[in-house]
């Protein structure tokens, strides 16, 4: 059984960090596209990266976080990390991590993704 797990979410004032992990079991790792995607309960999905198999392409979605976060992966632990800085309160959602062969997948919006974790909530909030 394939699945992917997040952590590292929390709550965090206006102007702090985080880094979330994406880990996952049950496949080849390398051979997914690994997407970060956020949601708010009531509103719709919202991309904001995806990182190819072997990292060698790395897409952010437009306006999205707007340079504040990072995408990064590491093949040989099976996780995909999302580094989010300069947090503001309008970053305050579930954090969904997605893997997926097709790059279109990945970068359309998470679309019919093979696989998607549980998600790991983020709180900012003073």
């Known amino acids: 059984q394939s699945t992917l797990v997040e952590s590292g979410g929390g709550l965090v004032q206006p102007g702090g960090s985080l880094r979330l992990s994406c880990a996952a079991s049950?496949?080849?790792?390398?051979?997914?596209?690994i997407g970060w995607f956020r949601q708010v309960p009531g509103k719709e999905r919202e991309g904001i990266s995806c990182i190819s198999g072997r990292a060698g392409s790395i897409y952010y979605y437009p306006d999205s976080v707007k340079g504040r976060f990072n995408i990064s992966r590491d093949n040989a632990k099976n996780t995909a990390y999302l580094q989010v800085n300069s947090l503001e309160p309008e970053d305050t959602a579930v954090y969904y991590c997605a893997a997926t062969v097709w790059w279109s997948r990945c970068i359309g919006g998470g679309r019919a993704v093979e696989y998607w974790g549980k998600g790991t909530p983020v709180t900012v909030s003073s």
């Open positions: 049950g496949l080849t790792f390398e051979r997914y596209a």
